[in-house]
């Protein structure tokens, strides 16, 4: 709304700073979305990517990982993957 607005960047960015704290989002950050939306966009949101879908992650496949982490807090992410993924 702000860029709508006819604020810049740095406009934007004081005033989530000033009405938020510091650091809330990076400088960078509003300066890309400013961007996207010169470009035409109309929204923050990411467009979908390929790979795995949502599908994947099932209640069966939460209690699996949770089971193992619970065995072996030090378990590896690695690992953890390789047992899920049969």
Same mark, same amino acid.
């Given at each position: 709304t702000?860029?709508?607005l006819g604020l810049n960047a740095t406009q934007i960015h004081d005033e989530?700073?000033?009405?938020? +704290?510091?650091? +809330?989002?990076?400088?960078?950050?509003i300066a890309h979305w400013?961007? $996207?939306?010169?470009n035409g966009r109309e929204s923050l949101e990411d467009n979908? $990517?390929?790979? $795995?879908?949502?599908t994947?992650?099932?209640k069966q496949n939460i209690d699996v990982v949770q089971d193992l982490v619970n065995d072996d807090p030090h378990?590896?992410?690695?690992? +953890?993957?390789?047992i899920s993924d049969r």
């Open positions: 702000h860029w709508l989530l700073t000033a009405a938020y +704290v510091q650091g +809330v989002v990076s400088y960078s950050a400013i961007d $996207r939306f010169l979908p $990517r390929n790979g $795995r879908p949502i994947v992650i099932t378990i590896s992410i690695d690992y +953890v993957t390789t």
